[in-house]
């Protein structure tokens, strides 16, 4: 068993954390959490399972109107087996009296009625049979489409799974460093919580630090007297000074 050399730390005296040492922390932890929620929404597992959940609808929706296209085609032959059957019956009635007639003229009429009874017959079951046709292979094509269904599911609930995947490890990371902004929120006056929380709100980030002239929060040089306010103000409270440009808390 090694002796780890950190492990003697925490018997000495804490070192002095300023004021604006911990309002920095504060802000990276948000900041890091702030990241992390803009990346939750924003995870190109969004944009696959969203891929996989459009090819699923669209997968269903054909499968819907090839189901009333078949429901339709099983109504137009149907109506097409009646009509033919009643035009055979009145055919059958036709033939029946045809035997009855003697006058040449009426057995003509009669003739030239069968003739279109059997013409109107024929396209009746034209009808019939190119619905018949459509539908064996409209059947054919419903097999093959019904056949796609468990990909379309699997791949639908894998990218749901990598989706999850990403967004615990995601919460795991954003429920850590919540542990840590709530410690370092409680090392902070009420004073000083509620100036930041104020902030925040209205300007997203909170605390900026101030780099040479530039306060990196609005990214606005400062004149040499604001500089000097800053600088003085800071002195006076743990290093923290408001931006003169943007409101921000400037660490200096
Ligand atoms: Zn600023």
Do not use: F
């Given at each position: 068993?090694?002796?780890?050399?950190?492990?003697?730390?925490?018997?000495?005296?804490?070192?002095?954390?300023?004021?604006?040492?911990?309002?920095?922390?504060?802000?990276?932890?948000?900041?890091?959490?702030?990241?992390?929620?803009?990346?939750?929404?924003?995870?190109?597992?969004?944009?696959?399972?969203?891929?996989?959940?459009?090819?699923?609808?669209?997968?269903?929706?054909?499968?819907?109107?090839?189901?009333?296209?078949?429901?339709?085609?099983?109504?137009?032959?149907?109506?097409?087996?009646?009509?033919?059957?009643?035009?055979?019956?009145?055919?059958?009635?036709?033939?029946?009296?045809?035997?009855?007639?003697?006058?040449?003229?009426?057995?003509?009429?009669?003739?030239?009625?069968?003739?279109?009874?059997?013409?109107?017959?024929?396209?009746?079951?034209?009808?019939?049979?190119?619905?018949?046709?459509?539908?064996?292979?409209?059947?054919?094509?419903?097999?093959?489409?019904?056949?796609?269904?468990?990909?379309?599911?699997?791949?639908?609930?894998?990218?749901?799974?990598?989706?999850?995947?990403?967004?615990?490890?995601?919460?795991?990371?954003?429920?850590?460093?919540?542990?840590?902004?709530?410690?370092?929120?409680?090392?902070?006056?009420?004073?000083?919580?509620?100036?930041?929380?104020?902030v925040?709100?209205?300007s997203?980030v909170a605390v900026a630090t101030l780099?040479?002239?530039r306060c990196e929060g609005c990214h606005l040089d400062l004149?040499?007297?604001e500089i000097?306010d800053v600088?003085?103000e800071a002195?006076?409270?743990?290093?923290i000074a408001d931006c003169p440009q943007c409101g921000r808390m400037l660490v200096v």
């Amino acid at each position: 068993m090694t002796t780890d050399p950190e492990a003697t730390e925490s018997s000495e005296p804490a070192a002095e954390v300023s004021p604006a040492e911990r309002i920095a922390a504060l802000q990276a932890a948000d900041t890091e959490i702030d990241q992390l929620v803009h990346r939750r929404e924003r995870l190109p597992e969004r944009e696959s399972l969203a891929t996989a959940s459009a090819a699923m609808k669209a997968w269903e929706a054909k499968r819907a109107s090839m189901r009333n296209r078949l429901d339709e085609l099983t109504g137009v032959i149907e109506k097409a087996e009646s009509e033919a059957a009643e035009l055979r019956q009145h055919k059958e009635r036709l033939e029946a009296q045809m035997k009855t007639v003697i006058a040449p003229r009426e057995a003509e009429a009669l003739m030239h009625e069968m003739s279109t009874l059997d013409e109107q017959r024929d396209a009746v079951e034209t009808v019939e049979l190119e619905a018949l046709e459509e539908q064996a292979a409209l059947d054919d094509d419903l097999t093959v489409h019904l056949g796609l269904e468990a990909a379309h599911r699997d791949t639908m609930s894998r990218a749901d799974e990598v989706l999850a995947g990403v967004v615990a490890e995601i919460d795991a990371e954003i429920a850590a460093i919540t542990v840590r902004r709530d410690a370092a929120r409680a090392e902070l006056s009420d004073g000083l919580l509620a100036r930041y929380d104020r902030v925040r709100t209205a300007s997203g980030v909170a605390v900026a630090t101030l780099s040479g002239h530039r306060c990196e929060g609005c990214h606005l040089d400062l004149s040499a007297a604001e500089i000097d306010d800053v600088k003085d103000e800071a002195a006076a409270n743990g290093g923290i000074a408001d931006c003169p440009q943007c409101g921000r808390m400037l660490v200096v």
